[in-house]
């Protein structure tokens, strides 16, 4: 009986310990880790300011490669939510939503100092109002570095087993923060160290469109004229095919860059057409796009009883036929082809064509940091001449030319459809027109007469 006694005295010691030390524990717990990336703070804002680019640094499929994730809310800013499925206990379910970024991102310049976005966790942790903190701080002599302080905080409240649990918040807690701070390191590298906040960049989308192309090239070092020069000729070319065709080309010249190279610009000069059908060597063809060539068509091996394989294999192709992209061959150096469809990340730039390879690694470096995926190689950028450049009698610029560049886009893994727009286009942000030579909005008088508009654009460009 005496054991008895002191086994239910005991026990009541031990509760009531336990009891005393979860009500003196912390109500609430904290934890932070920071690093130090040599991006800029608003490339680091837009990454954290949407979901799309998480699975890709989270650690959570580092524990469980099966991880499923589940995009929806909002494409960025608060609102958007991701969730996690996972039959590991170690990941589980969960769900995070941004509460709030400050300031927002259309407030972001070279005088902004820092940013603050939060993100509410809803996962089988214990304790309420969890939430992660990203502090973004921007440092270095030029402002070109950014620490970011990742924390996590949640509140026990009276809940004692949940008090308790604050002694494994440096487990897991701190271990996704620790490892995915360092995956986010890594991920933030591979995105160019280009400033896009001047840029103000549109999803639009397109429809497929005929055109007529020619691949041509140009040294670098020619610049302007040497760029000039190719697309006249390829001009020409274009426009002798189609009065050969009997159709009419019936909007501005495009320009798709195959290969911008240190020495040598590769690219094809394309003109829309008026018809998606045509009559070549006697066979009617409808257009189709392009497809990518097969790896038998790039490597062919060579064998000491054949000759060598010419420098372009679509060289002989006779009119009728498809070369190695599956595009119609009209002659020697002409192709037709659909081109277009689908969404694009599209964006203005008023000055002469030297400025539009910027452009193109602008939207590049854009589409990075939102999460907007792409393929350069079987969906190559391409820009179009909106608005031709006007000089006076004197030959100085009255109106600078305007380009409309456009990087394709195309859905990305764990339910990351393109979205219908960016945060721009959302928060109602105007792209610039047509810029004087004092980079002015150009007056009525001044500015050239519209050009036709291009074939990309769909009239119901996303809403």
Known sequence: MTRVLEFIVALIIVVVTGVVVGIIMPSSGHVER??????DLRQVYDVVANFRTFPDYAVLRAYDPKTQYTLSGN???????ISWASQDEKVGNGKLTIASTKPEFNQIDTTVNSAQIIWNVDNEWRGSDKHFTLDLLRQGNTGKLTKITWSY????GFNLIDRYSNLYIHGQPDALIQYSLNSLQNLLAGVPNIDYSSLDPYIQQTKPTPVLLVSTSMKRKDGLDGLNEATDAAIKEIQDAAKKLGVHTNG???IFTTNYGDETYTFDVAEPIDTDTLTVAGQSEKLTPPTPPSLNDQLQPA???TAAAPANPDANAQPGSKDRYGRLVVDN???ATLVFGGPALQAVWNGTAAGVPQTRDMLKAYAQTHG????????RLYDILVQPEVKDNTGAIQTYAQFSVYLPLQDGPNGGTVPQQTPEQQAGIK???VLNANGQPASSSSAPAPASSAPAPASSAAK
């Open 34 to 39: 920071s690093l130090v990336v040599s991006k």
């Open 333 to 335: 150096n002409v192709r």
């Open 372 to 379: 907007y995926k792409y393929d350069e190689v079987t969906n």
């Open 75 to 81: 494409a960025y800013g608060p609102g958007s939510e």
């Open 303 to 305: 064998s000491s009883s």
């Open 252 to 254: 501005p010249r495009v």
């Open 431 to 433: 792209q610039p027109g």
């Open 153 to 156: 905080d949640v509140s026990y």
